[in-house]
């Protein structure tokens, strides 16, 4: 049964960049099967997709609101996809998932997720 | 850009059929899923591609999605129930989550 863990700092200074990793158990990375992604959760609020990427790290997608600030990438020896998102404010605060996605498409859900990780953004 | 458009909330009785609706134009032609989360919880895919069940996942859950509208259907909704509920689907290469509902069992 696969398992995804998110890592990373739980405070961020304004303007400063956000970086995160997921590591993943039970499955590997490079399975040609499934796509990776992450997902935020302002506090209080709904999911919002960051953005999806394929092992090769050729293949991606990203939230259009949030394309400008975003880098996801794979490290297939690791078994670990990661999250930086630069220029961050007090909007930027949520609980960030990682989460495995069917496929690329109408047919992707999202059927495995870690149990996500708080970033507070403050100075 | 897509919008889905839920309920802010729905109340239902225990043992009765709770529906908590998607709207989006004409959403009917892609697929829906919908996750549970319950407070402090990742959330969990309950129906997939509009009708499908995960393995786990009771049989009072089921979906449905035609026209503008996908319908997430609890029938004799227990007290676990209680949770937000969010659909998801997917438009021009992006992922859409609705503002999500959340189901008062009451």
């Known amino acids: 049964q696969v398992q995804l863990q998110e890592s990373g700092p739980g405070l961020v200074k304004p303007s400063e960049t956000l970086s995160l990793t997921c590591t993943v158990s039970?499955?590997?990375?490079?399975?040609?099967?499934?796509?990776w992604a992450w997902i935020r959760q302002p506090p209080g609020k709904g999911l919002e997709w960051i953005g999806t990427?394929?092992?090769?790290?050729?293949?991606?997608y990203y939230n259009p609101s949030l394309k400008s600030r975003v880098t996801m990438s794979v490290d297939t020896s690791k078994n670990q996809l990661s999250l930086k998102l630069r220029s961050v404010t007090a909007a930027d605060t949520a609980v960030f998932y990682c989460?495995?996605?069917?496929?690329?498409?109408?047919?992707?859900?999202?059927?495995?997720w870690g149990q996500g990780t708080l970033v507070t953004v403050s100075s | 850009s897509y919008e889905l458009t839920q309920p802010p909330s729905v109340s239902v009785s225990p043992g009765q059929t709770a529906s908590i609706t998607c709207s989006g134009d004409?959403?009917?032609?892609?697929?829906t899923c919908w996750y549970q989360q319950k407070p402090g919880q990742s959330p969990v895919v309950v129906i997939y591609?509009?009708?499908k069940r995960p393995s786990g996942i009771p049989e009072r859950f089921s979906g449905s999605n035609s026209g503008n509208t996908a319908t997430l259907t609890i029938s004799g909704t227990q007290a676990m129930d209680e949770a937000d509920y969010y659909c998801?689907?997917?438009?021009?290469?992006?992922?859409?989550f609705g503002g999500g509902t959340k189901l008062t069992v009451l």
């Open positions: 989460a495995r996605q069917a496929s690329l498409a109408a047919t992707g859900n999202f059927d495995s």
């Open positions: 039970g499955d590997s990375i490079s399975s040609s099967t499934y796509y």
């Open positions: 990427i394929y092992y090769s790290g050729t293949t991606y």
């Open positions: 004409k959403l009917g032609d892609t697929y």
């Open positions: 591609q509009d009708t």
């Open positions: 998801q689907a997917w438009d021009s290469s992006t992922v859409v």
